[in-house]
Structure formats: structure tokens, C-alpha cells
């Protein structure tokens, strides 16, 4: 068969390649259930980047990588933290399952060459947002709370619903369920997590 018969580009062949590498590595270190939630992510992140005119092929990257370092032990996650320079903070220093985000996106630099600059903010922000980051990073962070696997209960339905009508609006909204959420729970509320939630809020109203 000549190359020019084939259905699929090269890049493409590459991305498949890729995905598969990224697949039997989170075999090793995620159990079947968090895949299975990261697959969900990586279609919504695609689905949400085609509503906004986003690159798809990014978007699904983002969500195929954003939890590599879901598993990672609180001795790993710091020590990787304080290798590569990462701030870590009060919040963070006492709740290292925070840094998940960030260093899933070192893990997918060094392990699978991603240099992408907004793939990796969005593995990064994938978690606590940041204030003003990018569409593509909006778009990871509310699949990652909204994925269908979270569940189907009115409040999450209506987010869903927000989240392919108004990308902003949605950060705002999905940020507020998460804290009422860490509210419920008695838990440290990471400060990123606030500033995200304002900015976006003071955009939408502006």
C-alpha cells in the first residue's frame, strides 16, 4: 500500500502511538477505575474543545495525561516538587495530593516528551485552575469535575449544561461546587482554587 492510500496521517499514526504508550504506562501506576475516569476526561476535553473552536488533538492530550501522577506517594510528590523548583506552599505542604496537577505535567515532559506549552498548563491547572488561564486549561479543568462519571445530579447536570454554552462562566460555577464541596468535608481549601473562582467570576461579570 502507498503512503498516500493511507486513511490515517503520520502525525496521526503518532498520536495513536502515543496514547497507547501513555495507556500502558497509567497500567502500571493507576488503578483500572481512575482509567477509566482519565478516558472519560480525555472525551470530554474533547468535546468541550470542539464547542469552543480549541485544538482537539491538544485537548485530548491534556486530558489523556492530566492525572499521571494521580498515585504518586506524598514522599514522591514533594520530593519530585522540591526538585524541579515547584512552590510549595502551606496548603500543599500539608496536603501534597495537591501537587498531583503540577507534577503530572513534569511527568509528561521527562516520560512522554510533551513540550506543548498549553498542554502542559492544562495537565497542570487541571486541579485548582489558575486565575486568567487559557481556554485549553478551562477546558481540562471542567472535564475533570465533569466527566459523566461524577456523577448525575441536578447541580452537575446544570454545570454540564453551562459548560458548552459559557466556558468562563463554567470555571466560575464548577470552582464554587468544588469549594462547597472541600466546605462539606472540613477540608484546607488551596488558596489558587479562590483566586481562580474570582477572576473568572469578575470576568463574566464585567
Not at 10 to 15: A, C, H, I, Q, T
Amino acid at each position: 500500500m502507498k503512503a498516500e492510500e493511507l486513511s490515517i496521517k503520520p502525525e496521526k499514526l503518532d498520536l495513536v502511538q502515543l496514547k497507547e504508550r501513555v495507556l500502558k504506562w497509567l497500567s502500571v501506576h493507576v488503578p483500572t477505575s481512575r482509567i477509566r475516569h482519565i478516558l472519560r476526561v480525555e472525551k470530554m476535553s474533547e468535546e468541550l474543545a470542539s464547542y469552543y473552536g480549541l485544538d482537539q488533538e491538544k485537548a485530548k492530550l491534556a486530558g489523556l495525561m492530566h492525572d499521571l501522577a494521580k498515585y504518586f506517594s506524598p514522599e514522591s510528590l514533594l520530593q519530585i516538587s522540591n526538585s524541579e523548583g515547584l512552590e510549595i506552599d502551606s496548603v500543599s505542604a500539608v496536603c501534597p495530593h495537591l501537587l498531583h496537577a503540577d507534577v503530572s505535567a513534569i511527568v509528561a515532559k521527562k516520560e512522554f516528551g510533551i513540550e506543548d506549552p498549553e498542554i502542559l498548563a492544562a495537565i497542570a491547572n487541571h486541579t485548582l485552575g489558575c486565575p486568567a488561564m487559557n481556554q485549553l486549561s478551562c477546558v481540562v479543568f471542567l472535564a475533570d469535575t465533569l466527566e459523566p462519571g461524577r456523577g448525575k445530579t441536578p447541580e452537575l447536570e446544570d454545570l454540564r449544561q453551562i459548560a458548552q454554552k459559557n466556558l468562563y462562566q463554567a470555571v466560575w460555577l464548577t470552582s464554587d461546587y468544588t469549594i462547597k464541596h472541600l466546605l462539606g468535608l472540613h477540608s484546607l481549601i488551596h488558596p489558587r482554587i479562590l483566586l481562580t473562582r474570582n477572576w473568572f467570576m469578575e470576568k463574566v461579570k464585567k
